[in-house]
């Protein structure tokens, strides 16, 4: 069996167990617990297809290994393996008739968002079909880019994780903090550094398996082209939560940048 073949059979596994698994649990971010696990697994079984002896490949695995570590570590402390689902299920489940929400859930969910979790990875099948190419310093620069990427997505889920350590604790002491919304450190450049460094280590694991190919018009520029229009979709669903929430909101969105870090405009 060819790895792209092995990888695929998993994903519809993993597909099929995620949505077994809501209709049972009544709750849907179980694709949310395998976002972090999934990736890893796939870009191994490449890794291992090659016998462990491609430089490009092995990087490409240890790269992703070193994002999946990361984020699971920062999904658990949330919660998020103990039964806490994602708060922006229960607000469009409750903006959706029943028959609706399950129709969402199956196909976007389940379906696609498995789907699209496969495809951000395949790059590393092009790597795979040019693995007699050596590593060159172009792969090294992204590699070096990668974990500069993967270091500001932990810091930027850091201080998030601290300011809502310390907005817990001042609401259970009474008095609330000044913000309700976090716009201090790399959030003072950017509403969502997270988001943007998320998105950009993607997009280095497609150009890693572009060089590799030879070129950067490769098919599979759709996974970090789609992951990029879902993160677009996130971001503005999550403002309108945090506008709901906090008025004060607008200010905060006029002078600081969306997702790219930027020096934020002047009051």
């Known amino acids: 069996m060819t790895p792209l ?3 695929i059979l998993i994903c519809a596994g993993i597909s099929a167990l995620c949505w077994i698994l809501s209709l ?3 709750e849907h971010s179980w694709v949310d617990r395998i976002w972090s696990i999934a990736p890893v697994i796939y870009l191994w079984v490449f890794a291992a297809k090659a016998g462990m002896h491609n430089s490009r490949l092995d990087w490409m695995a240890v790269l992703v290994t070193l994002w999946g570590a990361r984020l699971t570590f920062n999904f658990a402390r949330k919660g998020g393996y103990s039964g806490v689902e994602d708060y922006r299920w229960e607000v469009l489940r409750n903006s959706m008739k ?3 929400f ?3 859930n199956i196909f976007f969910i389940v379906i696609y968002q498995n789907f699209l979790i496969l495809l951000m990875t395949l790059p590393t099948h092009e790597a795979y079909l040019h693995r007699s190419k050596p590593l060159s310093a172009l792969d090294i620069f992204f590699i070096v880019g990668f974990l500069a990427l993967l270091l500001g997505e932990t810091i930027s889920d ?3 994780w601290n300011f809502h350590q310390q907005k817990q604790a001042a609401r259970e002491a009474g008095t609330p903090l000044a913000s309700g919304f976090l716009q201090t450190g790399l959030f003072k450049y ?3 550094p997270n988001y943007f ?3 950009a280590q993607w997009w280095v694991i497609f150009f890693i398996g572009a060089i590799a190919a030879g070129s950067f018009w490769q098919w599979t520029l759709a996974g970090p082209v789609l992951l990029t229009l879902l993160f677009v979709g996130s971001t503005n669903f999550t403002e309108k939560i945090s506008l709901s929430k906090y008025p004060e909101y607008v200010d905060y969105q006029k002078r600081t940048s969306a997702v790219i870090p930027f020096f934020p405009k002047r009051k």
Request: charged share 10%; hydrophobic share 35%.
């Open 5 to 7: 073949s092995l990888v």
């Open 190 to 192: 950017s509403r969502h």
């Open 102 to 104: 399950s129709l969402f």
């Open 197 to 199: 460094f998320e998105q």
């Open 98 to 100: 029943g028959w609706q």
């Open 24 to 26: 049972i649990t009544h």
């Open 158 to 160: 850091q201080q998030q």
